[in-house]
């Protein structure tokens, strides 16, 4: 009977095994796209709103991103508030979006 139960149990670790692995093996998401810039091209609207310019490459169309309440100014290690954003124009750093859309999640300013 002992002899059973430890089949039982390795049968139902090898599953258990196989089944997680099987699930970690998913798929990997991209959730942000990011652009490097040289210059930070932005035009605030309000204290939390405002819009960014960006190039996917040297070669490629500007594309104008939207900053909502909900972005991020990070500069350093140090997240600032939005109404700071404009003494940042012309400085390095990334923007980054969230995929497939024209909201700018965070700006890193190096």
């Known amino acids: 009977m002992k002899k059973r139960m430890t089949s039982i149990a390795a049968l139902a670790c090898l599953v258990a095994g196989t089944w997680l692995a099987s699930a970690s093996a998913g798929e990997i998401w991209n959730v942000e796209q ?10 605030m609207t309000g204290p939390d709103k405002g819009q960014v310019t960006v190039r996917a490459c040297d070669n490629c169309r500007d594309m104008t991103l939207r900053i909502v309440p909900q ?5 350093g290690d ?5 109404s700071e954003m404009t003494r940042f124009r012309g400085k390095e750093g990334v923007v980054f979006r969230a995929t497939n859309t024209d909201l700018v999640t965070r700006i890193r300013i190096y």
């Not at 140090?78 to 939005?82: H, I, S, T, Y």
């Open 71 to 75: 972005t991020r100014l990070i500069v």
């Open 34 to 43: 990011g652009y490097e810039v040289q210059q930070l091209r932005v035009v």
């Open 78 to 82: 140090e997240e600032l508030p939005l």
